[in-house]
């Protein structure tokens, strides 16, 4: 068995749901539902945790990578922007969810939208980041 390609596979497998959470619970999340605080909260807690499994499931290829040929991936242009975009992505969908948690419980119905739509961008950008990623790396 090659233990390369299976770290990369397994680590796309974690990779790719953290994609689905950053993306699927806030689009969820805006559907026009009363949500109820206990809920918004869990559901924030699963959004954190899935950019956190994006920011590590992340460096984790090139982690991979610098294991087994002794550099991180040769990348430029517009794989290089959209690296940054991702990478910017992923902190800011980290604070927002924790500012989310520590503070949301005392917001507006229109600052949840508000807040959950930001996330659903950030994550919708950082799909869309990957796929330039991919294909000009």
């Not at 500012?99 to 799909?127: K, N, P, Q």
Request: overall charge positive; some cysteine.
């Amino acid at each position: 068995m090659d233990l390369q390609n299976l770290a990369y596979a397994l680590t796309q497998v974690a990779h790719n749901f953290g994609a689905v959470a950053v993306v699927a619970v806030p689009l969820f999340v805006r559907w026009p539902l009363r949500m109820q605080e206990p809920a918004r909260r869990t559901l924030a807690w699963l959004v954190l945790a899935g950019w956190v499994v994006q920011g590590m499931s992340g460096a984790g290829f090139g982690a991979i990578s610098f294991a087994y040929y002794g550099a991180f991936p040769d990348i430029h242009g517009i794989a290089v922007a959209a690296l940054l975009l991702k990478m910017a992505c992923a902190a800011s969908g980290v604070v927002l969810a924790a500012v989310m948690l520590r503070w949301g419980a005392r917001w507006s119905d229109e600052a949840h939208r508000c807040a959950w739509g930001g996330l659903l961008l950030l994550g919708v950008a950082a799909l869309t980041a990957a796929a330039f990623l991919r294909w000009f790396s």
